[in-house]
């Protein structure tokens, strides 16, 4: 982990507004991510951080402020307008089809064809080359699943989670926002998927990471935003901060000036 | 001047005078139930049954299950109409068992009710019963195929209607009866067999259905000779089975019904000979009754066969039928 | 990774094919003519307007959704074409048309109801039902529409192969059967038929446009359904406005008994085949050996409640 002088901002939101009716989600809150980290996003329930990932993965339009993605301010009207802008989104339910197979289910909605007539008039797909690719990238990631050619639902919990996640770092080109992954697994499982994490930030994407987990984020997260009321309480650097002093400023029990400046990140 | 007595006698003979006047100033209302909305039995029936009152100056109300064996709409289309004034029920009953407590309930409210095509069962649980002798339908056209087959050693296929329908085993066992074969009563409700019958299957009365049928029992039995059909509709899908496999020159059908399209395949040769009935005449005959029942307060009873006859393409030696001219003169559904 | 890309067996999907094959080595025992060219081939005649009609059931039921109307769409189809051909006068090719046109707007209809105002299929389905049957019987006045022109029963002639005469109809059913098996392999759209009925909800995630995905099985079943009128009047020969109203369960029976699960996004299109093809066998079957009709009945029962289970233990074993 290293915390570059004058990083690359990938993305990042301004002023961001929601309201829902009489409550208000997101109160102003800002929002900054860099190349190549880590960013965990905690918060306790009521603080905006479904509401600001919503926001950034176009599941929801702002009320007011602005997001940029690099650099160039964007609009989402939907979850496809941040897919196609290089946004993956995993899900908290990981939207796969489980009786369908792995490779089937990472090239869900982006099925490749064959070339030629029996691509462009038959509508054929190229199931060999989906399958080659899933397995590369199952590779590349060190996935240890066998066969793409099982059902999903054949899959533990965490492996499952793994396809979720490999499917989103295949395709995503500049972030990859994963919510509560390692929720429900069990401890061998989420130690797997936080490796799975950390492979797909050292292959140049960067990572945002919302999690209840405390012990997972101070793992694996470079940097932790916490948001509370609806804005941004803080950034803090895992590394000169503890658990429970972090805990301690999600909650209000502790305010962000009350750290010393090296906790800040 | 008057004695009491006299005075309320002479009151309750004005009361009634009055009351009668009254009831003869409002038109009867009839209902009539049938089996469904859809059969064209039914619907000619219903026709009849309209133009009859309109003639008599009745009011005639109409209903029906939504299929056949549909009781509890027969049911509540029956209670429907008492409610709404009916004083007479003519009803084609789904059911011949199930209908009884509910034409018992409404004959204790004083309702007439009559059974018309077939009976309920007990047959007196209906104040009175018009309907074609369906044994007598099965016996002619069953004399009718004895003779015309001429002495062939008869191999016979049965396309019936399905298990347990009173209608279905009256015509069958009739049609038995007049060819010569042993054959149950016309009470009886299971199908006769003898060796002679070399396929027997369910048509459900429906033209696919029977051609379906048909088409199965001549893999069982390909030098069948004669087919006797529960109606119509299932002659037609018989004959379009034949005809597939070549035979349709080498079999003879005979069907019962009547109806306007039947008569059509009868005169083209397809069906030998049929069995008429007359539902027009049924229903006719019914709001007849029923308004003979408001004006004098007199019930029908008993059965009253409204007649069959037998009409054949070619007629045969000592069997008494009517060309098929005649038939499309009586016939019913459309012409 | 020697494994092939494509086979990825479910083992469930065996059960319909070995009970096919146990009754036909069945009734073969039972009667000699059973397993003649000429009986074979009248089987396949007589079940192939429910097997097209089964093929519209089986895409809807795959969505996780069921079709009620459908035996009623396809008797309104073939009122409209034999009535059209002869009343209307209009050429056979054009009465067609208009038939396969009025069962796809009801495919429509219920694509619609089921796809924008949110409504469950099973009650979409028994509305239309009776909704196509009323104007089946209004504008037939509930008379079968008789002396059609040759072309409309074209589908109905035969050819011969050895022994045996096969409908030029039951040819077209095995067709079309080819095409939505290929479809639904081999492209996207019918991998995401599955998918819709495995998790709606992650297709739309991914981005699939799920609405209109549904819409157009609706639509296309609608079409069966049409070519089903087409070769219902093909082999009666007339246009029956009481025609289909078993073929709505038979359909169903037929989808469930191939395999497919009513829960959707399992199941293989062929199965519907050998579905109808069961129920097909088993009456012919019967009748050669002279067993009532009612022990047909119980047999289909018991054969789904077997189906169902044999899909839910093969699942269970798989996990």
Redesign the interface.
Known sequence: MNIVANPKIVMQAKGLVKRYGQVTALDGVDFELREGEILAVIGDNGAGKSSLIKALSGATIPDEGEILLDGAPVHFRNPLDARRAGIETVYQDLAVAPAMTIYENLFLGRELRRPGFLGSVLRMLDKKKMLLESTARMQDLKVGIQSMTQAVETLSGGQRQCVAVARSAAFARHVVIMDEPTAALGVKEGNMVLELIRRVRDRGLPVVLISHNMPHVFEVADRIHVARLGKRAAVLNPKKISMSDTVAVMTGAMTPDQLPPEAHA | MFSSRRRSTLALAALSFAASTAFAAGEPVIGLVTKT????FF?KMKEGAQQEAKKLGAKLLSGSGK?DGDNAGQITAMENMIAAGAKTILITPSDAKAIVPAIKKARDKGVMVIALDSPADPADATDALFATNNYTAGVLIGEYAKVAMAGKAPKIVALDL??GHPVGAQRHNGFMKGFGLAANDAKSNELSKTPEMV????SFG???KA???M???L??APDVNLVYTINE?AA??AY?ALK?AGKEKDVLIVSVDGGC?GI?DTAAGVIAATSQQYPLKMAAMGVAAGVEFAKTGKKASGYVDTGVTLIAGKSVAGVDSKDTKTGAELCW??K | MAKSPTHHIPWGALGPWLALLGACIFFATQSDRFLTGGNLSLILQQVMVVGVIAIGQTLIILTAGIDLSCGMVMALGSIVMSKFATELGLPVPVAILCGIGVTTLFGLLNGLLVTRIKLPPFIVTLGTLNIAFAITQLYSSSQTVTDLPAGLTGLGSTFTIGSAEVTWGAVLMLVLYALAWFVLRETAAGRHVYAIGNNAEATRLVGIPTQRVLLAVYVAAGVFYGIASLLSVARTGVGDPNAGQTENLDAITAVVLGGTSLFGGRGIVLGSLIGVLIVGVFRNGLTLMGVSSIYQVLVTGVLVILAVTADQLSRRGAR
Do not use: S
Not at chain 2, 37 to 40: F, G, H, K, L
Not at chain 2, 199 to 202: L, P, R, S, T
């Open positions: 909305e859809t059969n064209p619907v299929a399905f298990p396929c027997m299957a369910d429906d033209q696919a051609q379906t049928a088409e199965n029992c893999q069982k509709p037609a899908g379009n597939r399209q059509k559904g459309k």
